[in-house]
Structures are given as structure tokens and as C-alpha cells.
């Protein structure tokens, strides 16, 4: 399944898209259209973040719009620019689910969200608008709105449980987290061979999709085939994720959508909500309910931190005395850190961006990793950058 496209009409062939691709997956000649090799993209979305090259809306061929927008899967009333790369969209989709009365729909939102979608209706960067997003799902028409970071929460519990398994059974070391798909997919392609260094943990909005099907219609008394799941993510590489044919274990599919945060603000846009002047609304309970750890999973390191508090909590049975494990935050790039628990060392390394992976994979390769444990987020700076986040328009257009 495709994700992310290159408009061969729009394309400029500026290559910014080739510079920031981590896969190598763009190919072309500088001033002719760029194409995507659908064999190496892993769906990051790095090249829609980048690319200025774009027809505005008010361009006098509204009948190309038009066509342009129903091949994108996009709402007809979007007023941005339309860019040469592009996801497939989901918001007609959802739309139309929210629509049919005979489902239950639940929504969950990743961290990363409710830090950016401020942006789209003009509001400082980096307000954080968790209350005033949870009251748009509402008015959207979602009966439930639950929040990944009680997903996240899970996943760590999972994923340390995992590493502490495997350094005291001797198993498959280092381990890499599951929790970036564009990360999962690079292995696949690229390192397959290492793929039994992957936890086997699912993504937090996958295990959450799994709970919200099963437990979560159990709450509500309703039939789990009659639940629909959106997960509003940062990310466009979910959109693939959520359409892995594993993802349905429970007997259901985890996720049905996924919308990116920019799809979620056009749908906000579209149904005349005034986004400022809603009230601050809580997430529903029980599956809205979080701690700090699953809060930090949008930026990269947070894993990490997350895995290492509840690492220690499980190896010593006491509580941490200082959450905050500064040693593991990272900006962008790669850090390494070897951390005592107990009588334990826990050699880490976190990655932010794909591109330096590469290195510590081959390191892997060839036997010489000297570390035990590796997060890696695809995106520069972890998920707050994902290809799905608000997108910057320069633009002289109009
Ligand atoms: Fe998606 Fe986050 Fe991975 Fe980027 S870093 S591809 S936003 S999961």
C-alpha cells in the first residue's frame, strides 16, 4: 500500500525532497519530476514537510483542483495550496463514517498533536490545546475520545518487560523499539536480517486501537463490529501501519483511519468550529487516562526515558527518585548512555532521524553493537516533526 506521492503536473524538480528522503527512495533529474520508488519509501512524509512546489486554490483551473483533490482523497473545501508531494488523505472517509449512525466511533490522539494543531487556526507555536481538541472530536461527531498516551503507558510496560526478558534469557540483543512504523518498515526492506531485534511490542496506537475494539466496546456495551477507530497522528507512515494485515488479532481491525493532524484541522475547518473559543473538555475515562511517561513519547528520547523509569521500578521494586533521566533527551541525532538500575547496566542509544541509523544498524550487522537497547524515531526530532504535523506555506500566491 502507497501512502506518499510526487504530482508529476506539480513537481518542480528542486530535489529538496531527494535531500531529506532517509531511504533513498526518490530518484530524478534536477528540473524534471521527481519519482517516489515505491519499494524503499517507508512513508515518513519528510518530503511533503519540505516541498514548496504547489498549485494555489484559487489557480484558474478549477476543474484540475477538483480532479487533483478527489485523486489526493482530500475534503473539496481544503483552502490550501496543493503541494506536489502529498499523502492520501482520510478526512472524506471519516467523514462519512461520522455520519453513519449505526457506528460507535472513538477517536485517540498522539501527544504530538495537541502541541501543533493550535498552529492551523492561528495560535502561538507551541500552544499545547489537549481540552480544545478533545471538545472538537465531540462536536465532530465522536462518541468517545481517548488519548494514545494511555496506549503509550501500555507499551512501555510491554517493551521493558521485553528487554529485561531478553537480557536475562540471554535472547536476540540489542533490541530496537517498534513504536515508529516508518523505522519497522526501514528494517524490513533494508536490514531484514535484523528483524528479530524489533520488539514484538505493537505501536502505542495500535495497542491502543486493539483495546479501544475489545475492552473499550465492552465499557460502552456495544457490539465490537460496530465500533470504528480513527487515530488522529502526526504521522502519515501510520496510515500504512494501521492497514498491516497483522493488525486485526483481536478478531477486529486495530485502527480503521488514521487522520494527520493537518486532516484533523481541515475537518475542524470545514465544520464551522470555532476552534479558539471552545472550551477546555477532558478525554474520556478509563482509556484517556495517562501518566508523564506516555505523555513524552512524542519527542525523541521519550521512549527511552519512559522504559527506563519503568525499568527501574520493575528491577528494584521501588520508586524512582528523579523521574526526569535528562542523560537520554536528544534534540536530533544520536546519543548514547550506559545507565545503572540496580545491579544492572542498561547501554542505550537513541536516534532521531533515519538517516543515522544506518551506521548502528551495520554495526549490528557485522556483531559489534555495544549497546542493549536502541530507540529509533524516523523523523528528525521525533514525532513533534512528523510529515503529518501543520505544514509552513510560503507563499506569494493568491
Ligand atoms: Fe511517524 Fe513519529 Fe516515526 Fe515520524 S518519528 S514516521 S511521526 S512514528
Known amino acids: 500500500m502507497q501512502v506518499v506521492y510526487i504530482d508529476q503536473d506539480l513537481c518542480t524538480g528542486c530535489e529538496r525532497c531527494k535531500e531529506v528522503c532517509p531511504a533513498d527512495a526518490i530518484s530524478g533529474e534536477y528540473g524534471k519530476p521527481q519519482a ?3 519499494n524503499k519509501c517507508v512513508f515518513c512524509g519528510q518530503c511533503i514537510q519540505i516541498c514548496n512546489a504547489f498549485v494555489s486554490n484559487h489557480a484558474k483551473d478549477n476543474l484540475c483542483i ?3 483533490k478527489k485523486e489526493r482523497n482530500m475534503l473539496s473545501s481544503v483552502k490550501e495550496p496543493l503541494f506536489a508531494a502529498y499523502n492520501i488523505g482520510h478526512a472524506p472517509l471519516v467523514k462519512e463514517k461520522l455520519r453513519d449512525k449505526s457506528l460507535f466511533k472513538m477517536v485517540q490522539c498522539a501527544p504530538s ?4 494543531i493550535g498552529e492551523d487556526f492561528g495560535l502561538a507555536y507551541g500552544t499545547v490545546t489537549p481540552g480544545k481538541m478533545a471538545a472538537a472530536l465531540r462536536r465532530l461527531g465522536f462518541d468517545r475520545v481517548y488519548d494514545t498516551n494511555f496506549g503509550a503507558d501500555m507499551t512501555i510496560i510491554e517493551e521493558v518487560s521485553e528487554l529485561i526478558k531478553r537480557m536475562s534469557e540471554g535472547a536476540t540483543l540489542p533490541m530496537f523499539t517498534s513504536c515508529c512504523p516508518a523505522w519497522v518498515k526501514y528494517v524490513e526492506y533494508f536490514y531484514p536480517a535484523l528483524i528479530p531485534h524489533l520488539s514484538t511490542c505493537k505501536s502505542p ?3 491502543q486501537g486493539a483495546l479501544m475494539k475489545t475492552y473499550g466496546a465492552k465499557i460502552d456495551n456495544v457490539d465490537p463490529g460496530c465500533v470504528y477507530t480513527v487515530s488522529v497522528m502526526p504521522c502519515t507512515a501510520k496510515k500504512f501501519e494501521c492497514q498491516r494485515p ?7 481491525r486495530d485502527v480503521d483511519a488514521v487522520l494527520t ?3 484533523l484541522a481541515y475537518l475542524i475547518k470545514e ?3 470555532d476552534f479558539k473559543a471552545l472550551p477546555e473538555e477532558n478525554f474520556d475515562a478509563p482509556l484517556g487516562d495517562y501518566t508523564g511517561a506516555g505523555a513524552i513519547f512524542g519527542a525523541a528520547g521519550g521512549v527511552m526515558e519512559a522504559a527506563l523509569r519503568t525499568g527501574y521500578e520493575f528491577i528494584t521494586r521501588n520508586t524512582i527518585p528523579k523521574v526526569d533521566i535528562e542523560e537520554v533527551r536528544i534534540g536530533t541525532g544520536v546519543k548514547r548512555q550506559n545507565i545503572k538500575i540496580g545491579d544492572r547496566e542498561f547501554r542505550v542509544v537513541i536516534v532521531a532521524g533515519l538517516k543515522n541509523a544506518r551506521p548502528l544498524l551495520e554495526q549490528v550487522k557485522e556483531g559489534k553493537a555495544d549497546f542493549d537497547f536502541m530507540e529509533v524515531m524516523a523523523c528528525p526530532a521525533g514525532c513533534i516533526s512528523g510529515g503529518g504535523q501543520p505544514k509552513v506555506v510560503i507563499t506569494t500566491d493568491n
Open 36 to 38: 517516489i520508488d515505491a
Open 261 to 263: 493532524t493537518r486532516e
Open 66 to 68: 477538483k480532479k487533483k
Open 271 to 273: 465544520a464551522g468550529i
Open 246 to 252: 497483522e493488525m486485526e488479532d483481536s478478531g477486529y
Open 113 to 116: 498533536v495537541r502541541v501543533s
Open 205 to 207: 496506537h495500535q495497542m
